[in-house]
């Protein structure tokens, strides 16, 4: 469970069972701060952020910011959304690649994630943007660092520049020379990490910016090192004059809250965050979207954006509608679909995204487990199979399924089942919504 998991179910739980009288009043806004102000505390939150944000909505909260005709659950939800999206940094602050070539240097200590991050923001400047970019390795002095990005840069189909052990600001020249020779939209520098800032570090960074000028600068920080995300910005950005942070790990750590503090105790703004291991898994950082979550209002403008970036899933989706509601849908057609939800994300993230999720974790993770070994079956099966599910009541195709995928008779029975009886609650729907009727929704599924 990362860290919004922890605030969001914490926070809603405190204003939810405080709140529950009509209007605000000074009792149970006493007593929603002081459960807030522990939530925040326990998730890492740094002291001094944490009064910011309890002093400003207890002003508001008992002050004359109440409008009337709005309970005192959705005051308070408003309330603590505005100033949590103040705390994380009001607005979205994108990257400057006005310039052509753009410079983007990444540093970081080692173990953040730069190198990754590095790659993560290639793939994101190529696909989201269209930039033609460079990534050039310059960690000369981290056992296998360049031959990690190069293996990344032939992941995401993007050039890496390298020249093995010489000398960094030289690398970085001929790098340059070469982008601007090549067309080149935006350089990446892969800087050298250490395992604690030293002089030695800052000197050499500091010679790479002023040769190369970067547009942005960027720290690249491991969620999970907690308050001391603090002092490692503050350090590097009286070095450096940073432009901005990337934040890495985010998903990983239930204690990670120092990473709501950044913007307030450094003036910097967190550009990006990355909530997983995948290539993709690095999201623009949007401090509303973010309070969103927090306050368990979903993220529907990032599972959109999601959406559109996977536009298969867009399509499949669409393909795979038409075909449900004429009774045509199988097994492949459901094969499609979870790859390409795959794409999008997790259940588990996709899930969080959406408005009034009231589904526990658990529930998520079973389901998540479910489609795993569901996609499993269907992988073990022919095309034919999978067109047509009828086939399968064949005992020798039933054991060799199970046999070739390792799972068990009460899995594949599982599958079929639940396949058959979604299928059949679509057709009972679609004549009901062609004889006027409406069915009738509940968390159980479909009801008639």
Do not use: C
Request: charged share 30%; hydrophobic share 40%.
């Amino acid at each position: 469970m990362g860290f919004g998991d922890f605030l969001s179910k914490r926070m809603q739980k405190s204003i939810e069972k405080n709140m529950k009288k009509s209007t605000l009043n000074e009792e149970n806004i006493k007593d929603t701060l002081k459960e807030i102000r522990l939530a925040l505390l326990e998730a890492d939150v740094n002291v001094e952020a944490v009064k910011q944000i309890v002093n400003k909505i207890k002003d508001k909260a008992a002050g004359g910011y109440i409008q009337d005709g709005v309970n005192a659950h959705q005051q308070m939800v408003k309330i603590v959304h505005e100033e949590l999206t103040e705390i994380l940094g009001k607005i979205n602050i994108p990257l400057d690649v006005s310039k052509k070539p753009t410079v983007i240097m990444m540093v970081g200590l080692q173990g953040s994630g730069k190198t990754t991050s590095a790659a993560k923001l290639a793939y994101h400047l190529t696909k989201k943007e269209k930039k033609k970019v460079l990534m050039v390795g310059l960690d000369i002095y981290r056992p296998g660092a360049i031959e990690q990005l190069v293996q990344l840069g032939q992941k995401i189909n993007v050039e890496v520049f390298e020249k093995q052990k010489q000398n960094p600001l030289i690398t970085a020249k001929q790098a340059l020379e070469y982008a601007r020779d090549n067309n080149f939209d935006v350089i990446i520098l892969d800087t050298a990490g250490r395992l604690q800032i030293d002089p030695v570090l800052m000197d050499e960074l500091n010679n790479l910016r002023k040769l190369t000028y970067p547009s942005e600068t960027l720290l690249v920080v491991d969620a999970m090192i907690g308050q001391e995300i603090i002092n490692v910005t503050n350090e590097f950005n009286n070095k450096l004059k940073l432009n901005g942070v990337i934040v890495t790990k985010l998903d990983g750590d239930a204690r990670g809250g120092a990473t709501l503090s950044i913007s307030y105790m450094t003036k910097l703004p967190i550009k990006f965050i990355g909530e997983g291991e995948s290539i993709n898994a690095l999201s623009a950082f949007h401090p509303k979207r973010i309070a969103d979550r927090l306050m368990g209002m979903g993220d529907i403008e990032t599972l959109f954006e999601r959406a559109v970036e996977n536009i298969g899933w867009i399509v499949q989706s669409k393909k795979a509608m038409t075909r449900m509601f004429m009774g045509q849908f199988d097994l492949e057609d459901l094969k499609n679909q979870l790859a390409q939800v795959a794409k999008v994300g997790s259940l588990s993230k996709i899930m969080k995204m959406l408005p009034a999720n009231k589904i526990s974790e658990s529930q998520i993770e079973d389901a998540q487990r479910k489609l795993a070994v569901f996609s499993i079956l269907m992988d073990s099966m022919t095309l034919k199979e999978r067109r047509d599910p009828r086939v399968l009541k064949a005992l020798s195709r039933k054991n060799r399924i199970i046999k070739g995928s390792g799972r068990t008779e009460k899995e594949f029975n599982e599958l079929i089942n639940s396949f058959e009886k979604g299928k059949k609650q679509v057709l009972e729907m679609t004549k009901m919504l062609k004889s006027g009727r409406m069915p009738n929704f509940s968390k159980n599924g479909l009801k008639f």
